[in-house]
């Protein structure tokens, strides 16, 4: 029975509808933001991470290049392709790969939040992946990176990477020298030794960027990752500082870097490979060089005679070309490596001078 009053649960439907705030007897306030909860101050290791991004980060630099390339019906067709690279010096030389410019018709660099500036390259040695830029408008305070060491590196300790991966600039990652004295193949057969490995994020845009250690100096020049979807898989690579100081200067004075060599032009690692041969084996020898002096003597074609087989170096077994260029290059410019050269079946040991096969 009604009695001639409301049904409780109308009324609450009614108050409902009049005031949205106020329904069933419950007083409700509007809803705001909540207070923020104080911190306090940032951990020690937090801040000193803090402190090498916002020092290291206005030193790299975003590259971005313009190549002209065959388009599908004969046509020239522009792509563009972008990577990272970092302050060398305050004369205005931007240190990136060789890839990342590799026959580009136009190369800007961006710097922090600036503008784009163009730059031209000035050297590459595409055996070592590295090329040398230099601004055509030179802004006022350039802050080169620090350089390192990488030749005290420690499998373990901590280091950093500052790059652009997928064109996001100024992106921070953190990992480890996860291995040391790798070895990353280049050009011409050749292969960098040394190399690091690292953990720390490295993608697509990272090439050419700096490899920091905790002290935010420079320890190596980001290069490769190993990965089948083309994405960080947790195995980066970086050619080591000790390598980037000696080449860069050279990119710098004379366009390009020297190339460790005794003389000799070797036949095709896959010629070699497939006659099931190992070592390396000499299409040629240069008069006048190392090689001549030595006696050593190259395949003969006509006669089908193998010559001298290169086996090793410095006692290092070498079965492939790679493995020989690297143990050059290892030893360096002007030093004698002890050659064991094989002919027929017997083997000797042949001492050489490494010379600058571009001097």
Request: aromatic share 4%; charged share 20%; with cysteine.
């Amino acid at each position: 029975m009604n009695n001639g009053h409301a049904h409780p649960a109308r009324w609450c439907l009614l108050l409902a509808l009049v005031c949205p705030l106020v329904a069933c007897g419950r007083e409700e306030t509007a809803a705001g933001p909540r207070p923020v909860a104080s911190r306090g101050a940032l951990l020690a290791d937090e801040q000193a991470v803090v402190n090498l991004f916002e020092q290291s980060a206005p030193s790299v630099a975003y590259i971005t290049t313009e190549t002209v390339q065959r388009g599908n019906f004969g046509g020239a067709e522009v792509s563009q392709g972008a990577g990272s690279g970092f302050v060398w010096d305050s004369a205005g030389h931007i240190v990136t790969n060789f890839h990342v410019v590799k026959d580009a018709r136009k190369v800007f660099v961006r710097l922090d939040a600036g503008k784009p500036i163009e730059a031209e390259p000035i050297g590459g040695a595409a055996e070592y992946d590295l090329a040398v830029l230099r601004l055509k408008v030179v802004p006022k305070n350039l802050r080169p990176v620090p350089v390192g060491s990488s030749r005290d590196l420690r499998i373990g300790q901590t280091v950093y990477t500052i790059g652009n991966p997928f064109g996001l600039q100024r992106t921070l990652t953190k990992g480890l020298v996860s291995a040391l004295d790798r070895e990353l193949p280049t050009a011409n057969f050749r292969e960098v030794a040394g190399v690091i490995q690292t953990d720390a994020a490295i993608n697509p845009g990272n090439s050419g960027g700096p490899l920091l250690d905790s002290a935010g100096r420079l320890i190596g020049v980001n290069s490769a990752i190993r990965s089948t979807s083309g994405s960080s898989s947790g195995i980066g690579f970086a050619i080591p500082v000790d390598l980037v100081n000696r080449v860069v200067p050279s990119l710098i004075n004379r366009g390009h870097a020297p190339l460790p060599g005794i003389g000799v032009t070797p036949i095709s690692p896959d010629q070699v490979s497939r006659a099931g041969i190992s070592g390396v084996v000499l299409g040629a020898v240069g008069r006048g060089t190392p090689a001549s002096s030595a006696g050593l003597v190259p395949y003969n074609p006509q006669t089908g005679d193998l010559g001298d087989v290169i086996v090793g170096v410095n006692g290092k077994p070498v079965q492939t070309l790679s493995t020989f260029v690297g143990e050059l290059e290892r030893a360096g410019i002007n030093a004698t490596v002890d050659l064991t050269v094989r002919r027929g079946d017997k083997e000797r040991m042949v001492r050489v001078k490494v010379i600058d096969l571009r001097a």
